[in-house]
């Protein structure tokens, strides 16, 4: 039981007088230390391409990477998240080229490592949604999307990654089973010290359409994802997702979408108390940039909804903003 004691005797707004004083009590800060920043990828060279879905986000080609690592170090940004925008040409029903050790992720990849060495960790998304013609992460069979097939694609797609350099391998695809898989695989292959963050609470949002169009899956997926992403409806149901992702050899898990789903980050690191990353996705993060824009909200708003996170039990946070926001102008 708290005992708070009684006015005037105890009044909370002495500790709210002074910059300092509020300072010294605040349960959570925001650093860069807390960030890792999305980086969308595309074919060509010297192309620096803008995304009509989301404002002040770029597809990169590969000679342009340095740039945008370049300023993520030196914010003291720890790790980049790598997503491929694959030409339509290169897709197919089996998203074969996931498995094309010379595809955009791959050569971003072998292009970081050689320029920063171990400067700043590399995260690579696991599924096969951005290199498949029907933008699902599996393989289909008469419309139903085959688990235990799937695996053996996402295992040989998380052994490239980790072959070429990632440091951290992050399957989003919802498969059952895939990070005991993928932990054997990568052990059996040397490759002990990848760790696996595994997005063991992805919702079948509807906040993820600009993110599809970003990697260029939004026109190509048929039906929805339902059948193999969570309901948003469930709470329970995603401590047994992490519980069972533990088990298998996750070190790391991500909790996606973010702000929607706060209950859930706080459920999930007060039972397990393992390092949880909150996503806070497209749709999220578009609508306060667009808000921003319109002069709905102050660009405070942005450090607002990311403390939000730290508050909630998130260790770290995935966002759009990561590079963009001044955290100085906000202490």
């Not at 980049?80 to 992720?105: Q, R, S």
């Not at 040989?156 to 440091?167: H, P, R, T, W």
Request: proline residues 4%; contains cysteine; charged residues 25%.
């Amino acid at each position: 039981m708290i005992i708070t004691g009684n006015y005037p005797n105890l009044r909370l707004r002495r500790s709210r007088k002074f910059s300092w004083s509020r300072r010294l009590v605040q349960d959570n800060d925001l650093s860069y230390n807390d960030f890792i920043l999305p980086i969308f990828l595309t074919d060509g060279k010297a192309k620096k391409v803008p995304i009509s879905s989301m404002p002040n986000v770029f597809r990169y080609s590969i000679d342009k990477l340095k740039s945008v690592v370049d300023k993520a170090l030196k914010l003291g940004i720890p790790m980049v998240a790598l997503f491929p925008h694959t030409n339509v040409k290169k897709k197919d029903e089996y998203g074969n080229e996931a498995l094309n050790e010379n595809n955009l992720v791959c050569q971003a990849i072998k292009f970081i490592k050689k320029n920063y060495k171990n400067e700043i960790g590399i995260m690579c998304d696991v599924a096969l949604d951005p290199y498949t013609s029907h933008g699902h992460d599996g393989i289909i069979r008469k419309n139903e999307i085959l688990n235990d097939e799937t695996l053996e694609v996402l295992i040989k797609q998380s052994v490239l990654q980790a072959k070429m350099g990632c440091d951290v391998i992050a399957p989003s695809d919802m498969m059952d089973g895939r990070v005991l898989k993928i932990r054997k695989a990568l052990d059996k292959n040397n490759l002990k010290d990848v760790q696996i963050l595994s997005y063991a609470v992805k919702y079948a949002s509807s906040f993820y359409g600009p993110f599809r169009n970003a990697v260029g899956s939004k026109r190509q997926l048929k039906g929805h994802k339902k059948t193999y992403q969570m309901d948003f409806k469930n709470n329970y149901e995603a401590l047994r997702e992490v519980s069972l992702d533990i088990k298998e050899g996750a070190d790391m898990i991500i909790v996606k979408p973010g702000m929607p789903y706060l209950d859930i980050i706080r459920e999930v690191k007060n039972n397990f108390k393992i390092p949880v990353i909150a996503y806070q996705v497209s749709g999220e993060y578009s609508l306060i940039q667009n808000a921003i824009t319109k002069k709905l909200l102050d660009k405070k708003s942005i450090y607002e909804s990311l403390v939000s996170f730290k508050r909630a039990g998130a260790n770290s946070i995935i966002t759009y903003f990561a590079d963009q926001i001044k955290l100085d102008k906000f202490k």
